[in-house]
C-alpha cells in the first residue's frame, strides 16, 4: 500500500511539472521520500540499456532512443538529463502502472557516473555504455580512478558492456571483470596523427604491468590504437568500426561500406554515432534503419552551427566546462583549421551544481597548440575573463592579442569591428544562444 501510495504522488506531481514544463527530479525525489526503497519496486522490461561515463552520455542516449523509436519500441527515456537517483525515478514513474509495472518496451536510462552504484541494483541494466572516463569536474568528482571504481562497484557480471575499444581506461573494467563486452572503434584515417598533440592526463600507462603505453597512432588525447611493449595489454579487436572520416561532408563510414552523417565535424560526435549504432544493432534492429535515424537526428542538431558574419564564417562550439577532454576537442577542431583566427573563450557560470568556482581545469587544457596559428585575438568574456586570459598568455600567445570582457554584450560589438579572420568560438552552453544572438550572422553550413 506504501508503494502504491508513493507512486500515485510521484505520478501527480509528474503531471503537475509536465503542466508548468518543469520537475524533471522533483517526482522522484518526492516519491523517494515517502518510499526510500520505492526504485527496487519497479517491475522493469527485459530490455534496460543504461549509459554512463564523463561525457558523452546525454547524447547517446538521445539517439538510442529515437532509433528505438523508429523502430517501434515504446521508450521510456529520460530525456530531460535529470540523471541521478530522483530523476530516474521521476522517469519510471512516467511510465508506469500505480503497481510499479513499466509499461514501456525499453527503458534507456543516462546516469550519472557516480550514481550507477545506486541506480543499476534498481533498473538492472541488460546493456551498460561507458562513453569514457576523463578528468571532468574536479571538486566533485576528484580523481578519474574514483570515478572507475564507483562504475565498477554497480557492473554485475551479467551486464553486457559496449565500450570504445580505442580508450585503454575502458579495458579496466573487461581485466578486472567478466562481462560480455562489444567493442566499437575508428580505424587509421587522414586525421590520425603519429606524435601526440596533448599531455595525455587521462590514461598513460599499462593497467597490468605499469609501463608507458606505446601507440601506433592517436585519434585524440591517449586515444587511439595501443599496445603496451612490456606485457600482452593492446587495443582489442572493433566489432564495429569506423572504416573512414570525412569532417568536410560531416560524414563516417562503418565497416567499409556504410555511410551515415554525423551532427559537427567533431570526433566526439564520431563515437557517439559508433555507440549508439552498436547498442541499437544489438538489439537486432535494421543496419539501414539505425543510420537513417542517426542521419535524421544529424540534420537537427543545434549544438554546433557555422554562420556568416559579412565575409567571416563564426563556428560556434558548444562546450562543457569542467571537462578538458570536451575543450580539448574544441581545440583539435580549431588545429584543423586554416588561416587568421579569432578565437572566443567564455561562461556565465562554471557550474550549476556548486557555490565555488574551481579552475584548476583550465591548465588542463592544451592552449599551447593555438600558439602554433595565426591567432589575430583571444577574446576573454564572462565572469572569469581574467583567469581565462592568464591561461592563455601562459601558453605562448602574444598579450598584446589577448582581450578580456565582463560580457557578451561588451565583447562582440569589439569582435566586428576590431578582429580580423574567422571567429571560433569556444562557449559553455549558457552563451551560445546569447552570442548568436549578438553577432546576428545568417546560417550557412
Not at 519510471?92 to 513499466?102: C, F, M, P, Q, R
Not at 561532408?249 to 562503418?254: D, E, L, Q
Request: aromatic share 12%; charged share 25%; with cysteine.
Amino acid at each position: 500500500m506504501r508503494k502504491t501510495i508513493s507512486i500515485i504522488i510521484g505520478k501527480i506531481f509528474v503531471f503537475i511539472g509536465k503542466l508548468l514544463h518543469r520537475g524533471s527530479s522533483l517526482p522522484g525525489s518526492i516519491a523517494l521520500k515517502l518510499y526510500p526503497n520505492l526504485m527496487h519496486e519497479f517491475k522493469m522490461p527485459e530490455i534496460v540499456i543504461a549509459v554512463t561515463g564523463s561525457s558523452g552520455k546525454g547524447s547517446i542516449t538521445s539517439m538510442i532512443a529515437e532509433i528505438c523509436k523508429k523502430a517501434g519500441y515504446k521508450v521510456a527515456h529520460n530525456s530531460k538529463g535529470s540523471n541521478l537517483s530522483a530523476g530516474i525515478t521521476t522517469l519510471l514513474l512516467e511510465h508506469s502502472t500505480v503497481h510499479g509495472g513499466i509499461k514501456s518496451d525499453i527503458v534507456i536510462a543516462e546516469v550519472d557516473e557516480r550514481y550507477c552504484k545506486y541506480v543499476f541494483p534498481c533498473i538492472k541494466p541488460k546493456y551498460v555504455v561507458i562513453s569514457n572516463i576523463t578528468r571532468d569536474q574536479p571538486p566533485r568528482q576528484g580523481h578519474f580512478d574514483l570515478v572507475y571504481q564507483e562504475i565498477k562497484k554497480a557492473l554485475t557480471s551479467d551486464m553486457h558492456l559496449i565500450l570504445s575499444s580505442d580508450d585503454p581506461m575502458l579495458q579496466k573494467f573487461v581485466l578486472e571483470k567478466e562481462n560480455p563486452v562489444t567493442y566499437y572503434g575508428i580505424d587509421k584515417n587522414r586525421y590520425s596523427y603519429i606524435v601526440s598533440k596533448f599531455k595525455n592526463l587521462n590514461f598513460t600507462y599499462c593497467p597490468i604491468c605499469h609501463t608507458k603505453l606505446i601507440y601506433d597512432y592517436y585519434h585524440f588525447e591517449e586515444i587511439g590504437d595501443y599496445h603496451c611493449p612490456n606485457c600482452q595489454f593492446k587495443r582489442p579487436l572493433a566489432d564495429i568500426t569506423c572504416t573512414d572520416i570525412d569532417y568536410d561532408n560531416k560524414a563516417i563510414t562503418i565497416q567499409n561500406n556504410k555511410k551515415t552523417h554525423i551532427p559537427y565535424q567533431l570526433l566526439y560526435c564520431v563515437y557517439n554515432s559508433l555507440a549508439a549504432y552498436t547498442a541499437t544493432k544489438l538489439l537486432g534492429i535494421k543496419e539501414d534503419d539505425i543510420l537513417t535515424t542517426i542521419d535524421e537526428i544529424a540534420g537537427n542538431t543545434k549544438n554546433f552551427s557555422i554562420y556568416h558574419y559579412q565575409d567571416r564564417k563564426v563556428h560556434i562550439l558548444n562546450n562543457k566546462n569542467e571537462n578538458s577532454s570536451t575543450f580539448n576537442q574544441s581545440i583539435l577542431y580549431v588545429d584543423r583549421m586554416k588561416g587568421e583566427k579569432t578565437i572566443v573563450i567564455g561562461w556565465k557560470e562554471i557550474s550549476r551544481r556548486y557555490a565555488f568556482d574551481d579552475l584548476s581545469w583550465l591548465y588542463d587544457i592544451d592552449f599551447e597548440i593555438l600558439a602554433k596559428h595565426d591567432i589575430h585575438s583571444v577574446i576573454c568574456v564572462g565572469l572569469h575573463c581574467y583567469d581565462i586570459a592568464t591561461r592563455v598568455k601562459y601558453a605562448n600567445i602574444e598579450e598584446k592579442k589577448i582581450k578580456t570582457f565582463d560580457s557578451l554584450e561588451e565583447a562582440v560589438p569589439y569582435i566586428k569591428k576590431r578582429t580580423k579572420g574567422d571567429i571560433y568560438a569556444i562557449l559553455n552552453f549558457d552563451y551560445v544562444v546569447p552570442f548568436q544572438e549578438l553577432m546576428n550572422g545568417s546560417e550557412n553550413e
